[in-house]
């Protein structure tokens, strides 16, 4: 069996950074991304790109974060309605 993976991509969901505190929702922001991003990303790429829930990255004071594999690329200060960006990066690092 192969491996086609080809970017695999963590975003914490620890909800531990300041707007997520201030919030207190039943499901946090971080969590949402994930789900938006993840359903997203298998509609185009199906399973070469992999999208994971991970604890904590070190970024909290500056929101959500991300990091994507094996290109090294951090996002950070993302919201729920960040799917788009996370995607856009993918696509920048599936390119490089």
């Known amino acids: ?3 086609d993976l080809k970017c695999h991509v ?3 969901t620890k909800c531990s ?3 997520e505190r201030e919030r207190g929702g039943e499901l946090c922001e971080a969590q949402a991304l994930r789900n938006s991003t993840k359903k997203k990303s ?3 790429w199906g ?3 992999r999208i994971n829930k991970s604890g904590c990255l070190g970024k909290c004071d500056e929101g959500i974060a991300c990091v994507l594999y094996p290109s090294q690329v951090w996002l950070t ?3 729920d309605e960040g ?3 996370v995607i856009t990066a993918i696509e920048q690092a599936l390119k490089a």
């Open 83 to 85: 799917t788009n960006e």
């Open 77 to 79: 200060g993302l919201t």
């Open 17 to 19: 950074s300041t707007k």
């Open 1 to 3: 069996m192969s491996n």
């Open 10 to 12: 963590f975003i914490c």
């Open 42 to 44: 298998k509609e185009i």
């Open 47 to 49: 399973k070469s790109v």
